[in-house]
């Protein structure tokens, strides 16, 4: 922002030491209950129920871990969790990317541009509760309830018009003129975008990938309704279903829970610089 | 290199090769129109028959229709009033906080964090972790019994409360929930806005002496607009959208005071098993979203 030159030195000084107090607060609200949940992660039972709470393990233990992971299910459930990402990701960002591109760079009839692309955005925006009955019933009828790839295609509903809206995004943000250097020289249309395009723009795929795994990392209601076994549920849902409604494994889904954010606070740091972009759809270029 | 020019390299390959190439702008999207519109399409029709059906748990008994009946009980079900209502408390109470503690923030840290991106990166954190984690961490935070802020408020020598299990507090406690991991969201789109403001009309602003509150109304806001304007309708979309918290925090209680209409909508539609009416409040729940986000469309070719 411009330079506020305000009148006194002392306002500045008071202004400043606010900005410091309130950094410091935002980052104790922020980061407390993060640390809240670790910490209940490697507590015994009885040092979780402890009044007044323990603030720090005393006695630290991995017994909730291996309680989930190893006795309990937890590890196929992130395995299933992880495998759904993957296969959405995929999908999403190659058809997103293609389509993304189309849209950046074709002309065509009818205002044909404009239209589908809003037509995509508003496929984004369908909240997810309108869709279960329908699926559901989908998946219910071809036999598909409880697999991984009634959730890919499910998940695919919401993440490709992310990755399409990405990469248009991006592709606009590159010089055409690069890739009508390179059609001018001999190469096809396609290979104008394969070879030209796609290298420039792979930052872009990079965020668009970690955006998409984290989508499908954290999604929770579809899979709810979709998934009932073991073998196709996923990490949210094997954490949910320890919630019940007689008693609550606090260490058993605290460990769970904090292992379920750790991939994600990597993927945060690697997208940091695609973040604004990325959670506007492409809207505001931070 | 020889000389190639555009109209050599469309001739050259089999006809496979010039029928691609000439047809590109159309075979690159095709992919994602068409996935899109069988995953969009399909549940939109199927939800207007199921809509318009009484259809019954037992696989084996037809439907029934029932024509505009389902939407008929809209109108009379106190319990679709009740979601309706807290599902708007919640979007308006929820996103007005977060925008404010968003907008307060990014715009007093503005002028002192621009460099510093790995604290912002710490403070973006809430919003990328999965929604149920997040619910669980302020589960084991609102206990009644061991939790830690009831220690806070003994601490303080304040009243211990039942929190997300108290009639009165239940609301306010899936907001802060709620508050604690979206308000980074509005504080980075409008960190991003406040860092792409011109610079000129300030200094034309500061010569001409005007107050820092009067350059706030008169510059700040106006250019922030429409990053605002995306920021609160995609808050808005997802706040409409409430479920994972609710379903751990609450499960809709107390005394439904926390039921909001996706969690109604679930209950609806496997606990009592009456998908048809479940279908009916989910048109009800698109049209409110296509009016909204027909409206977030005009703003963003405006932003364009």
Known sequence: MATIRTRSRTREMLLRLSAYLAILVALILTLFPVYWIAANSFKFDIDIFAVPPEWVPRNPTLKHYDEAFVQRPFLRYALNSFLVAIGTTVISVTFGTMAGYALARFSYP??????????????????????????YLFFNYFDMLNTKSALIIAYTAFNLPFATWMM??????????????????????????????????????????????????????????????????????????RVTQYSTYWGE?????????????????????????????????? | MLQTGKSASVRRGGP????????????????????????TIFPSVYMFYAAVHRISPNPDLPWEFVGAGNFARLISDP??????????VFTIVAVTLEFLLGLGLALLLDRFIRRL??????????????????????????????????????????????????????????????????????????????????????????????????????????????????????????ALRLFDLVFILTGGGPADRTKVLSLYIYQVAYRFADPGYAAAMSLFVLFVTIVLSTWFMKRMRLAE
């Open chain 2, 117 to 238: 991106s790995f604290l912002k990166t710490v403070l973006m954190i809430p919003m990328m972790l999965p929604p149920i984690a997040v619910a669980i961490t302020w589960k084991l935070i609102y206990e009644p019994q061991f939790g830690v802020l009831n220690e806070i408020m003994f601490l303080l020598g304040l009243p211990v409360q039942a929190w997300a299990g108290d009639v009165n507090l239940a609301m306010f406690s899936i907001i802060v929930a709620d508050v604690w991991q979206w308000t980074p969201f509005i504080f980075l789109l409008m960190l991003a806005g406040l860092a792409s403001l011109p610079v000129e009309p300030y200094e034309a602003a500061a010569l001409d002496g005007a107050s820092s509150w009067r350059q706030f109304w008169d510059l700040t806001l106006p250019f922030l607009k429409p990053v605002i304007a995306i920021a609160l309708l995609l808050r808005v979309m997802d």
């Open chain 1, 168 to 241: 248009k995004s991006y592709f606009q943000d590159l010089p055409v003129e690069l890739e009508e250097a390179a059609i001018v020289d001999g190469d096809t249309r396609w290979g104008a975008f394969v070879h030209v395009a796609l290298p420039l723009a792979r930052p872009g795929l990079a965020a668009t990938a970690i955006f998409c795994l984290i989508i499908s990392w954290n999604e929770f209601l579809l899979s709810l309704v979709i998934t009932l076994t073991e073998q196709s549920q996923t990490l949210p849902i094997g954490i949910a279903g």
């Open chain 2, 79 to 88: 319990q679709f009033h009740v979601a309706l209502r807290n599902t708007v």
């Open chain 2, 16 to 39: 496979l090769e010039q029928w691609t190439e000439r047809h590109l702008r159309y075979l690159m999207l095709a992919p994602t129109v068409l996935i899109l519109l069988a995953l």
């Open chain 1, 110 to 135: 009818w205002q044909w541009r404009k239209q589908i692309s809003f037509w995509i955005l508003s496929t984004r925006m369908m909240p997810p509760i309108v869709s279960i009955i329908p699926l």
């Open chain 1, 253 to 286: 889904i605290s460990a769970a829970g904090f292992m379920a954010c750790v991939p994600i606070v990597i993927f945060a740091f690697l997208v940091q610089k695609h973040l604004v972009r990325g959670l506007s759809l492409g809207a505001v270029k931070g």
